[in-house]
């Protein structure tokens, strides 16, 4: 976090109105540095509840004619063995170990190449992502290497914002006694602008694991939430609160979750 806000302080924050600070905000490859700081609380699983923090720095570097933008997915976590992984993790964790565990769970680290002029109203980009067995219990990884591609598009029409992120995941190496990844992160997230930098969301992130062979693959959130653009003396910040429920879902897996997320933010 000390090296993110080291190269950070070389760029000037300076957006030119809170309208386009907000538009930056809600676009997941726009060419600003953010350090974004994810608390989510999982319910209603079979094995008791979930605390999470990811940590989730995103660092754009503009190459020729195209954007670069690197994001990066820390989680740590305070949960039991037993049931259904992080959201938006592949795998799950080790099922023959119950407990709470406190710990970091896997890293995943995306790359998404993103052209400087576009064609029309659609902004969009393309890349790879990995995610690394770096867990340090197994409850709360999959003990395996993974990678993939991923690509978002997104429309900013004057009332909002409007996209989505695209994601898949296979085991390529790892533990040989846990089971193998292929999971789809399907991201549909929709902003409505309101006055004075408030806006509402909504940002389901479903996923698709391949590999239950038995029950719901599928964990389906429905929901939404309320955000706000503000300033802490010259430093530009985002706050949003959100709860989801999750009306399809893997057995044993947390039925609903609720969760805040306050962002630093660094216009370049």
């Known amino acids: 976090v000390g090296l993110f806000l080291l190269l950070s302080s070389t760029f000037v924050a300076h957006a030119e109105s809170a309208d386009d600070l907000r538009a930056a905000t809600q676009n997941p490859i726009a060419s600003m540095y953010s350090l974004p700081f994810k608390f989510t609380f999982d319910n209603g699983a079979d094995n008791g509840d979930a605390n999470t923090l990811n940590i989730q720095p995103v660092l754009p570097v503009t190459v020729g004619d195209w954007n670069l933008v690197s994001r990066i997915i820390v989680p740590l976590a305070e949960a039991p063995g037993g049931v259904p992984g992080l959201p938006g ?21 995306s790359l998404f190449f993103n052209p400087l002029e576009t064609d029309g109203s659609l902004i969009w980009g393309v890349g790879g992502s990995i ?20 690509a978002v598009g997104l429309v900013q029409p004057g009332w909002g914002t409007y996209g989505m992120l695209l994601r898949h995941l296979w085991s390529f190496a790892g533990d040989s006694d846990r089971r193998a990844v292929s999971q789809s992160l399907i991201e549909p997230f929709v902003n409505y602008n309101l006055d004075d930098g408030w806006y509402l969301i909504s940002d389901s992130v479903i996923t698709v694991d391949w590999k239950i062979n038995e029950g719901d693959k599928v964990t389906l959130p429905l929901g939404g ?30 039925e609903w979750t609720i969760g805040g997320t306050i962002q630093f933010l660094f216009p370049r």
């Open 89 to 109: 993790n592949p795998g799950i964790g080790d099922t023959t170990r119950s407990g709470r565990v406190f710990g970091l769970g896997d890293i995943n680290y």
């Open 225 to 254: 939430g309320v955000g706000k653009i503000f300033k802490v003396g010259d430093q530009p910040m985002n706050m949003r609160a959100e709860a989801y429920y999750n009306v399809i879902h893997p057995d044993g897996a947390p």
């Open 131 to 150: 995610t690394a067995p770096s867990a340090t219990d197994d409850r709360l990884g999959s003990g395996k290497w993974s990678a993939g591609p991923t």
